[in-house]
């Protein structure tokens, strides 16, 4: 049955990358994610963090398996005074205000290892 799934993953995993090409003309990596694991990390969410327009900033990071890790956190160079991250596998959840985001961690990861992992 195990072998089954598997199959069935990387079967759906190789056409939604393939289409992905196909569309766009360039690779994008591709992550696919249970029902399960997605309601085990959003009730990983504290209910305190707000997505709101006005003040703050919640997002969820589904992470490539190259870069799933709790040293994520540290990795990425997270500043604990302007914002908080949690890590829960497979993803990083983060929240700022939003008067702090042009400051975010989050805006330096472009053209690092963690970004093109």
Do not use: C
Not at 18 to 47: C, E, K, N, Y
Not at 57 to 72: A, F, G, N, Q
Request: cysteine-free; charged content about 20%; hydrophobic content about 45%.
């Amino acid at each position: 049955m195990y072998k089954t799934i598997l199959l069935a993953v990387l079967n759906l995993l190789m056409h939604v990358f393939l289409a992905l090409h196909s569309r766009f003309g360039f690779s994008i990596d591709v992550v696919i994610i249970s029902g399960a694991d997605i309601v085990r990390i959003a009730a990983s969410v504290p209910s305190d963090w707000q997505n709101n327009n006005l003040e703050s900033k919640s997002d969820v990071l589904y992470l490539l398996p190259d870069v799933d890790s709790k040293d994520i956190v540290s990795t990425i160079g997270y500043r604990q005074d302007i914002e908080k991250m949690i890590y829960v596998p497979g993803s990083l959840l983060y929240y700022v205000l939003r008067k702090n985001q042009s400051k975010s961690s989050l805006l330096k990861l472009m053209g690092t290892p963690v970004y093109n992992a």
